[in-house]
């Protein structure tokens, strides 16, 4: 049995410059999911070195630049190279959100990445406490 998801994928929303930026920011990131988490969390704490600490209108506007130009990070399945995308297309412009990954708290076992920002996760329709943060990678500036 399958189940129908809305995503909001519209590429042409962006313009043909920024959508080329994020191209190849999910294309970084889709690379950087296939690899272990010890690799990911190296790579991710030496890109966030002189960034500043995001805010959620920030990693929102990131999020949601992601997700509409890639449809491979817009799904259900696609939330470890969304957070990835997330987190890099910020630090593009100067930011670093929190990277996190999680479990569901309650079973059945459910894997989750995302990113935060101000103590907040952002973009995501489950209660702050739905996940427990197994792995963070927050800005190097948090205070």
Known sequence: ?????????????????????????????????????????????????????????EARAARDTVVSVSLACGGREGCLPRSLATALLCRVHGQWPTWCVGARRLPPFGAHAWVEAEGVPVGEEYPPDYFRTLLTVPSARNP
């Open 1 to 57: 049995m399958s189940t129908s998801e809305a995503i909001a994928h519209d590429p042409r929303s962006v313009p043909l410059r920024r959508r080329i930026l994020v191209r190849l920011v999910v294309g970084a990131a889709r690379l950087l999911a296939t690899q272990r988490p010890r690799r990911i969390r190296t790579v991710l704490c030496r890109l966030r070195r002189g960034a500043r600490p995001a805010t959620v209108d």
